[in-house]
């Protein structure tokens, strides 16, 4: 045991008055990493049990880390968990002065021990693996590092940080991040430094460049490059010549040339010699054509060809290589492209993950290496399917830091045991970063986010109390108390997301909600989202609202007012005012106004009356002012909103089609069909603003409990809870008669033979087209994926196979963020400039899709019934697939829409003659 001597007299150190020392274990800076403690001579953990952001802020604190950005998983720790239930207040100086229980008692196990990001984390990486544009990771956001006074020494540190060689050559460049800050300047290492933010510089944050002078590097000083492939042992081949990086075409390209390259790099054999731009086009010069390797040459130089410079080649016939050491990862079969199960890609095979063998910093490394922010979930047991590959025999051994999985630690070790079973799956965030703009502090102003380096604002219609608590807390701001919407703090640029966050309230930051985007409403930037929180000034301010229930959108409702919280007198009051509150809150539409007697926590005897607005305003502040008047025995104002509760569809992903599901207490519950008519439909296809109700179907038994049973709406009510219906939860159904809706403004995608033909699409009850008219690459790519069909594509113009079908969609261009078809900007629907002989037609690449047995089919529609009946001899709503041959699977999911989730959809309506 260690030991001092003090005086003659030995102490045991934990016994010491300065015995107890916090670290990071994650970041080599020490400032992002699982939380452990030193007590009683060794480091333990700490608990995630009531743990927040204040806590977390303390930590940094503590560490002289800056402020904490998030708490999250570092994966399992190891020994004791010396800490747990920690209650900080966050303005403590140390960790120990902090409310926990007792040293060592707790009931937790190590996959909750808790990890901590702080604004001081840094990160490091080249855009290209071993080549691109420097970037640093500072303060939650990449930025850049500037040209200015580099040398030698520091793009050597900066090559072997990276593992990527000795050394490097660098240049300036044009910043790739658009927006993004430049956190370094006059950077000089010395010999004695080992990582990059030992090295001097000017203060982080300081510098004297333009978005032109950021610093490019080359590691290894090599005269060959594979560029765009995703790690730096594939990508399109590029040369040094003259100081000029150049393309190689691929005429006489082959596998001899590839494995020149490959070893070159020291990446392996070369597994795959793509022609024609696989990788993309390049630009500049393109240096070598009619490449003819021996195979034994020591450099891609040294190869015959034509002389330097001369070609009959485009940059649509560069070349590319693949080789041995190459890796890549991806999502497949998930709700959207930052979910699904993991796959790694190793020269060109794919294989499928064991979930014994990934955690939480793996996760951390594939969701940043995707641009999908930081990981929500990460699933067990096959939960995006099984996969139809090897399985990866290493165990992925990442620190949590890398940019990509390439860069992580190879196991040396190799696992068993595992099967298609346990495959692993990812639910990324999605978005990078949040933050609130143009108010006169940090804890109030507009929404916005950012996905991969576009930051875009939220529609008001997207947006809720929930979702605003959390980003409030998030951010250290306490809790929102106004949600106004109508651009509120004024109209923001670029994107407005659709996203809505489905946040239940006990979240510590925006990436751990689900996410959909079940929002259809039409969107701008007149409608942009605010917050505000409690940490502003502007919670004092008049106007401001509260209801006094639990979920913060029904209740007593009470009107701050010359510095006091006022009760409202119900004489005066409208659902034009109520609507105004309810759209304030974040709370939807106000769906009924009810008397109360004395409650709540008002500050004094005085009440309102008197306010009048159009019902169109998005803050109170912007009604005529109220009257104060003695409070009496006169009832007061109690209101109900629209989100006290929530509904959904699920079944289709875009919201508007699929089992009805409402959420009461707590928890998502379904609905019973006794008594169901389309009266009924339309109500919620209205309030889901879906358009209007087709029919009423079932969607398969949900689970959990059934809140509501004989609804009886009579069509015209803006919201389902305006309908009589048995009390919640008194019913005599069972999960086999949850009801299902199908809306108008459903959309479903396919291409006319599986994964290729021409796109068509269903809307408003019809099959149509998709012009050709812009359509790109990215475009043909998501619908690809959206089809589970592979990861690319091609695209061009065809005739129409069904004359006189509607054009429902034009100019369509995808951007990367976009997850499926349905948010890609578009010409409005409907609205189009092409004809019959202009419509969009796809051709997917075979290669890359993925075959996942199926194990459950739909039969609920009189075509997949007769096919149910005659294949299995059974005509259930839910049956086994138990005949083994995959054509007979084929056949069934063919008619009923095959989903990621191994359930079979009742198909759409065939479009006449299709």
């Not at 109360?596 to 998005?618: A, H, K, N, P």
């Amino acid at each position: 045991m260690p030991v001092l001597q003090i005086h003659g007299i030995f102490f045991p150190l934990y016994l010491l008055p300065e015995h107890r020392s916090l670290r990071l274990v994650g970041d080599e800076g020490g400032c992002a990493g699982r939380l452990e403690v030193f007590h009683q001579g060794s480091w333990g953990t700490v608990c995630d049990d009531s743990w927040d952001l204040n806590d977390a802020q303390v930590v940094c604190r503590q560490l002289q880390c800056g402020t904490a950005l998030n708490s999250t998983s570092f994966g399992a720790g190891n020994g004791s968990t010396w800490l747990d239930e920690v209650g900080c207040v966050g303005n403590e100086l140390s960790l120990w002065d902090c409310p926990s229980s007792q040293w060592g008692q707790h009931d937790c196990g190590h996959e909750k021990d808790v990890g901590v990001v702080c604004s001081e984390f840094k990160d490091l990486r080249l855009a290209e693996g071993c080549s691109g544009q420097v970037e640093v990771y500072y303060n939650d956001t990449w930025g850049n590092v500037c040209f200015n006074q580099m040398d030698a020494n520091t793009v050597s540190l900066i090559c072997q940080q990276l593992n990527c060689g000795k050394s490097g050559t660098v240049s300036s460049a044009g910043s790739r991040l658009k927006g993004a800050p430049n956190w370094l300047d006059i950077v000089k290492c010395r010999p004695h430094d080992s990582t990059l933010r030992q090295c001097p510089s000017s203060p982080w944050g300081h510098n004297t460049c333009g978005d032109n002078d950021i610093a490019s590097i080359t590691c290894e000083s090599s005269d060959v490059r594979l560029v765009n492939g995703n790690s730096r042992c594939a990508g399109r081949v590029e040369i040094l010549h003259q100081g000029q990086w150049g393309t190689v075409c691929s005429d006489d390209w082959d596998m001899t040339d590839a494995a020149v390259v490959c070893r070159q790099l020291g990446c392996g054999d070369a597994v795959d010699a793509p022609l024609n731009a696989r990788f993309g086009p390049g630009t500049g010069n393109i240096w070598k054509d009619d490449t003819f390797c021996g195979g034994t040459e020591p450099t891609l130089k040294e190869c015959a060809s034509r002389r330097w410079g001369e070609h009959n080649c485009d940059h649509n016939e560069d070349a590319g290589a693949i080789c041995s050491g190459h890796q890549d990862v991806r999502l497949v079969q998930g709700t959207h492209l930052c979910s699904g199960r993991v796959e790694i890609q190793h020269g060109i095979t794919w294989y499928t993950v064991c979930d014994a063998d990934f955690d939480l910093q793996d996760a951390e490394v594939v969701c940043r290496q995707l641009g999908c922010g930081i990981p929500t979930k990460v699933l067990g047991g096959s939960a995006f399917g099984k996969g139809g590959y090897q399985m990866w025999t290493e165990e992925i051994q990442c620190t949590g830091n890398e940019s990509n999985v390439y860069s992580c630690p190879k196991s040396s070790t190799k696992k068993q045991n595992c099967s298609h079973d346990d495959s692993v799956g990812l639910v990324c965030s999605g978005h990078t970063n949040d933050r609130l703009v143009d108010g006169p502090d940090s804890c109030s102003g507009r929404v916005e986010l950012q996905y991969l380096t576009e930051w875009g604002t939220v529609c008001d219609a997207s947006w809720d109390l929930r979702a605003a608590n959390v980003l409030c807390q998030q951010l250290g701001c306490g809790r929102a108390v106004a949600v106004p919407g109508q651009a509120w703090f004024g109209k923001g640029k670029g994107s407005v997301w659709a996203d809505v966050f489905e946040c239940q309230g006990k979240e510590t930051h925006l990436s751990q909600c689900v996410v959909s985007s079940w929002n259809r409403a039409p969107c701008s930037h007149e409608h942009d989202s605010g917050v505000i929180c409690t940490g502003s000034s502007l919670s004092n301010l008049d106007g401001m609202v509260r209801l006094s229930g639990e979920s913060g959108c029904e209740g007593q409702l009470e009107v701050h007012y010359q510095h006091t919280w006022s009760r409202v007198l119900l004489d005066s009051w409208s659902f034009k005012e109520a609507a105004v509150v309810c759209r304030q809150l974040g709370c939807g539409s106000a769906v009924r106004i009810y008397s109360s007697s004395l409650s709540g926590t008002g500050d004094t005897d005085v009440c309102l009356t008197g306010y009048q607005c159009s019902g169109t305003e998005s803050h109170l502040l912007n009604c005529s002012a109220p009257h104060t008047f003695s409070c009496s025995s006169s009832p007061y104002v109690s209101i109900a909103c629209s989100k006290h509760r929530s509904l959904r569809l699920v079944g289709d992903e875009g919201g508007c089609a699929g089992r009805l599901e409402v959420f009461h207490q707590g928890s998502w519950g379904t609905v019973c069909d006794d008594s169901w008519d389309l009266n009924d439909a339309q109500v919620v296809c209205r309030q889901l603003q879906c358009g209007t109700a087709l029919r009423f179907t079932s969607f398969g038994p949900g689970n959990g409990s059934i809140w509501l049973g004989k609804v009886g709406c009579a069509g015209n009510e803006s919201s389902l809870w305006d309908c009589p219906s048995a009390q919640w939860g008194n019913h005599d159904c069972v999960h086999k008669e949850d009801l299902g809706v199908v809306c108008s403004e459903y959309k479903y995608l396919r291409l006319a033979e599986g994964c290729s033909g021409q796109l068509e699409v269903y809307y408003n009850d019809t099959w149509g087209n998709v012009c050709f008219n812009q359509m790109d690459r990215n475009t043909a790519s998501l619908i690809c994926q959206q089809l589970n069909c592979g990861k690319s594509g091609t695209v061009s113009s065809t005739g129409s196979r069904v004359k006189g079908a509607p054009h429902w969609l034009d100019i369509v261009e995808c951007r990367p963020h976009d997850s499926t078809l349905w948010q890609c900007p578009s010409s409005p629907w409907g609205q189009n400039k092409c004809d019959d002989e202009e419509v969009a037609l796809i051709t997917c690449d075979p290669g890359e899709k993925t075959d996942v047995p199926r194990s459950y089919v739909q039969c609920s529609t009189a075509a997949s019934q007769k096919l149910c009946s005659s294949k299995f001899s059974s005509d259930v709503s839910m049956i086994s697939c138990v005949v083994a041959e995959s054509h007979d699977i084929e056949d069934i999911c063919s008619l009923v829409n095959y989903s990621p989730y191994l359930f079979c959809r009742p198909p759409a309506p065939q479009i006449a003659g299709g």
